[in-house]
């Protein structure tokens, strides 16, 4: 194992389980066989289409949900079976809608301070309230919001009162799940340079999670590419969109809409035909055979394997 | 298909003519300006795309063509007119009339807009047997034509199914054929790629592209998403707190914009083919409490070029020629001398 890396996964398996009448179970294989690393201080985006089982890896990561098989190791260290609390401290996590995951009877700085308290992180009262004053305003609000509630605020503020509180706890790794997809275009990048602001100052590490591609491929080093579950293709971000090599991410990156209109009415985009089977019941073999406009038999029966084509460009295809 | 044949001799003729179209919703706090005063024109065949942020009223505006305001919301000032007819002066019976044959619109969430307890051929047939006098069986064979026109494979076996047994991508394609069944002169798609993944969202663009080039339909495009405003729009126009701040086709707007609200749009945005890395440059502040909204420029508070004028007279619509318009004192040449005095107040 490397040194650098502060997240490391192995065979990482979620299913769910979903019952379908008496002592009759059927699972949804939300994520299959999961293999990387994010090393520390880098930013590893994580795209692909609803129902990929992007947010279930990163919530998997943190143990949010209990995973089906396989290992998390947190750096160096097995946390697959581990008591979470310790490490709930230095992992934390930036949801996609900021008004739902805040609670609304609470005002902001309880809720900041919440977290302070669980980890017994404050010395004292004032120590307490110097530091829910000073991460609002880390995040460009002001001390005086400590005492609002979270329904005072705006979309964009309330993700930033979101982001305030994940930071209390002066995390190392966060897993940013769609954090700016429920905003406007204007406040977007706001949140995104602010993102990147606090991982300079304190050397964080994200795991961000998006399904808008241009900003995952702005913020990331490195990006992984989800399809049904599975991991399809991980590069360099600026590698992957120049020379992607499995069919997916070369569809998804056509489909992207380009705001420019020469560029977008001359390039040619790849049209997938179909829509994503269903993770109860996925295709056998690739799962992505289905709607691969390249697909050969053997990728019916056969699971490519994931492998190292170049180096740090990994795939899992057969016909690569 | 007779309006197609309607539709091509009368390209570049105006359809529709909004003139200082104003809405407001009277809530119990307050009124609330929703739509400001906004006039514009479109032609037979021509896409234009209405982009603004949440709350800009983009979709307000929409429905008030449609005649579809809900309580509290009212139309209290300015005209809209369609294929020559006043459409406010019409009567709600005129208006069912006029929905779905003359005008038809999409919604952003195909799940809502569809009877769960309907087939989709009963919800289809019944549209066109609202606005036309056919027998069941001619406008079953129409619906299936239409479905197959919007590329839904199986077209009979599917007009026996309901809503829940499709996907997000494939009731998005019900609704349009339910839209555009009885060839109506114009459609209003409201977000209708918002709530779909990016290659499905491909795949729904380029449907509506080509439906377009067949029938030569007019189609109002509402998104925030600019990539998809450079793919299929003629023309653009920007709405910021329900006032229109610039208009123009799409190659002047995305490489000449005039308004900082655009200019700032546009830089704001992340672009997948940047080789290097860039730091995004946002557009500072928040957006408009539309219950209170500044006095003079609506973006005033948040411009960089904010002077003083901005934040006490609203500027007024600048013709930059070729149907480009942008309101901003920036253009103004009184206001720019102005401003220099402002700056340099010594001499």
Not at chain 1, 3 to 17: A, H, P, Q, T
Not at chain 2, 11 to 40: C, H, M, W
Not at chain 2, 78 to 86: N, P, R, V
Request: charged fraction near 25%; proline fraction near 6%; aromatic fraction near 6%.
């Amino acid at each position: 194992m490397n040194n650098n890396d502060l997240i490391r996964v192995e065979n990482l398996r979620k299913y769910f389980s979903i019952k379908m009448g008496f002592m009759k179970y059927h699972y949804v294989q939300a994520v299959e066989d999961a293999n990387f690393s994010i090393k520390k201080g880098e930013t590893l985006g994580l795209v692909g289409e609803s129902g990929c089982g992007k947010t279930t890896l990163g919530r998997t990561i943190l143990r949010l949900h209990e995973p089906t098989s396989g290992k998390i190791f947190y750096d160096g260290e097995d946390i697959t079976n581990v008591r979470m609390l310790p490490y709930r401290r230095k992992m934390q996590i930036i949801f996609q809608d900021p008004s739902a995951s805040l609670d609304p009877r609470m005002t902001v700085g309880e809720t900041i301070g919440e977290a302070i308290d669980i980890h017994k992180l404050a010395d004292s009262r004032k120590d307490r309230s110097d530091r829910i004053h000073k991460l609002l305003t880390q995040v460009g609000l002001n001390s005086e919001h400590a005492n609002r509630y979270p329904h005072e605020f705006s979309g964009g503020q309330q993700q930033r009162i979101g982001i305030a509180r994940a930071l209390a706890v002066q995390p190392e790794f966060i897993v940013c799940d769609e954090p700016v997809s429920a905003l406007d275009v204007s406040i977007q990048s706001q949140i995104v340079n602010m993102l990147e602001d606090m991982q300079q100052e304190m050397g964080l590490t994200y795991l961000f999670i998006a399904h808008d591609i241009s900003v995952v491929k702005h913020i990331s080093n490195r990006i992984g590419v989800m399809y049904l579950g599975n991991v399809v293709e991980l590069a360099e971000s600026n590698e992957l969109y120049n020379n992607p090599l499995h069919p997916y991410t070369k569809t998804l990156m056509s489909a992207v809409p380009v705001p420019d209109p020469k560029i977008s009415r001359e390039r040619k985009r790849i049209i997938l035909e179909g829509d994503i089977p269903s993770p109860m019941n996925p295709p056998s073999g690739c799962r992505f055979h289905t709607r691969c406009p390249y697909a050969i038999s053997r990728c019916k029966e056969e699971i490519p394997a994931w492998r190292e084509l170049a180096p740090d460009h990994f795939a899992a295809c057969h016909i690569i | 298909m007779n309006n197609m044949v309607n539709n091509m001799d009368k390209k570049n003729q105006k359809l529709l003519e909004v003139k200082d179209l104003r809405v407001s919703f009277f809530t119990p706090v307050g009124e609330v300006k929703a739509v400001g005063g906004i006039s514009y024109d479109l032609n037979y065949g021509e896409v234009m795309g209405i982009v603004g942020e949440s709350g800009s009223g983009k979709s307000v505006e929409a429905y008030a063509i449609m005649g579809l305001l809900q309580s509290p919301g009212k139309v209290v000032g300015g005209s809209i007119t369609f294929d020559g007819e006043d459409v406010l002066a019409k009567s709600e019976k005129e208006m069912q009339a006029f929905r779905g044959n003359q005008v038809s619109m999409i919604f952003q969430n195909p799940m809502t807009c569809l009877n769960p307890v309907y087939t989709i051929g009963d919800q289809l047939i019944e549209a066109i047997r609202c606005h036309k006098k056919i027998s069941k069986a001619e406008a079953r064979e129409k619906s299936i034509e239409m479905l197959k026109l919007v590329g839904i494979n199986n077209p009979e076996r599917r007009m026996n199914q309901y809503p829940h047994e499709f996907s997000g991508g494939m009731r998005q394609r019900v609704m349009i054929a339910m839209g555009l069944i009885c060839d109506p002169k114009m459609l209003i798609a409201d977000e209708p790629t918002t709530a779909l993944d990016v290659t499905i969202q491909a795949q729904i663009i380029e449907l509506m592209k080509d439906i377009q080039q067949k029938t030569q339909m007019a189609i109002i495009f509402i998104t925030h998403n600019l990539g998809v405003v450079a793919e299929i729009c003629d023309r653009v126009t920007v709405m910021y707190a329900g006032k229109i701040v610039e208009q123009g086709n799409v190659e002047d707007i995305f490489y000449r914009p005039h308004h900082p609200y655009t200019m700032g749009l546009l830089r704001s945005m992340p672009r997948l083919d940047a080789e290097e890395y860039e730091r995004l440059i946002p557009i500072e502040g928040t957006p408009v409490d539309m219950l209170n909204p500044p006095a003079g420029c609506p973006f005033g508070p948040r411009c960089e070029h904010c002077m003083k004028i901005c934040l006490r007279r609203e500027p007024p619509q600048i013709d930059l020629g070729n149907g480009h318009t942008a309101a901003c004192w920036l253009l103004v040449d009184e206001a720019k001398r102005l401003a220099k005095k402002e700056e340099t107040p010594n001499e």
